[in-house]
């Protein structure tokens, strides 16, 4: 039954159902809910750093429960996208309407869309990751997924890595430059791939390749059936969620950077080399994402059985607290950096 406290995520097309439906100020009802109730709710809420049992882990690990919960989230995240192309051209929709609903969708974007796509990449079947490759599609993200398990657990905490934030960089930099540069090494990495296996670039197993025809396919089918500014509004929603997975890179590995040896190789990824964050709202919310310190020491653990340990860093409050901390560089850094001096 522990399983079912994830269900907490239906909050999300719940409130995006109430915009959708609306006009006025409840348009950003999912926005209010994620970004000021959840964040004030936190503060209330004490943090758990509980964990399971060694016993109580190896049942929690081979309940299905857990992964049925995420395969539930791409029929809503497929069926609120088409949802959303119908409900963005009402007649008579002001402006403010418009913005509050495009926001709506980049949130279901970035929260189903990549967060739960990401957590189903990770899996070692191709069913899994197929329906990963689904929830980064509605979300234009598709090169997340060969950069992140390619490129980002590989060189994350180091200069390499075009996710993790350096001391004192702007999140609005930032945005820039860890998406197109993670958008370049994504291509980099299957290139390399398909190099070492004595194939050239241009080939249906380069995943950038069939990702990038994927992405003009979708744009193209919205074009033709529903215009060019739904298209326009489609983007607009699908860049919004690109922008909260970035801000969510930001704060996870801001300002960390592993250790080089005498060899000049990094140490090995440790637990001390993300943030973490106990906060349990915001944990049910992103499916554990905020222990983010054990997902990059085991990238291959599932969701569910992720540990909070002492040794890892600990954000001062949960997720969406710290991502708004991050828009306001100056308050960000008079936070953060002490942190950092203090580790």
């Known amino acids: 039954m522990r399983a079912l406290q994830f269900l ?46 060694p016993e109580e882990e190896a049942i929690e690990k081979e309940n299905k429960l857990y992964t049925y919960i995420l395969y539930l989230t791409v029929p809503i995240q497929v069926g609120f996208l088409v949802w959303f192309l119908y409900v963005i051209q009402e007649p008579n929709l002001s402006t403010f309407d418009m913005v509050g ?67 004192n960089e702007i999140l609005y930099v930032f945005w820039v430059r860890s998406h197109f540069q ?4 994504a291509w980099v990495a299957e290139n390399n791939r398909l190099k070492n296996s004595g194939r050239t670039w241009f080939h249906y197993q380069n995943r950038m390749l069939i990702y990038t025809i994927a ?22 929603a699908a860049v919004f969620g690109i922008l909260l997975l970035e801000t969510v890179n930001y704060i996870e590995h801001y300002g960390l950077l592993r250790k080089k040896n005498k060899f000049g190789r990094y140490e090995r990824v440790k637990r001390t080399h993300s943030w973490n964050s106990d906060h349990v709202i ?31 860093p600990q954000m001062p409050t949960g997720y969406p607290g710290m991502m708004l901390v991050s828009l306001i560089p100056p308050l960000w850094f008079k936070l953060m950096n002490k942190k950092l001096l203090d580790l």
Not at 282 to 306: A, P, T, V
């Open 182 to 185: 993670s958008y370049y090494q």
């Open 282 to 312: 915001g944990k049910l919310m992103l499916f554990n994402l905020s222990r983010h310190s054990d997902h990059h020491y085991n990238g291959s653990k599932h969701y569910q059985i992720l540990k909070s340990l002492p040794e890892s």
């Open 8 to 53: 907490a995520i239906l909050l999300l097309p719940a409130t995006v159902y109430i915009a959708f439906t609306s006009t006025g100020w409840l348009v950003f009802l999912p926005l209010l809910t994620f970004f000021v109730g959840i964040p004030l709710l936190e503060f209330v809420c004490k943090p758990s750093s509980s964990n399971f049992t």
């Open 215 to 236: 992405n003009f396919v979708l744009l193209g089918i919205i074009y033709f059936t529903f215009g060019t500014q739904v298209v326009l509004f489609f983007i607009a």
């Open 101 to 167: 609903r495009i926001s709506a969708m980049g949130l279901m974007c970035g929260i189903l869309g990549i967060n739960v796509g990401h957590e189903l990449g990770h899996r070692n079947n191709r069913f899994d990751e197929f329906l990963g490759e689904i929830l980064l599609l509605t979300s234009l993200d598709t090169h997340f997924l060969p950069y992140h398990n390619a490129g980002h657990h590989l060189n994350v905490a180091t200069p390499k890595d075009a996710a993790t934030a350096r001391k």
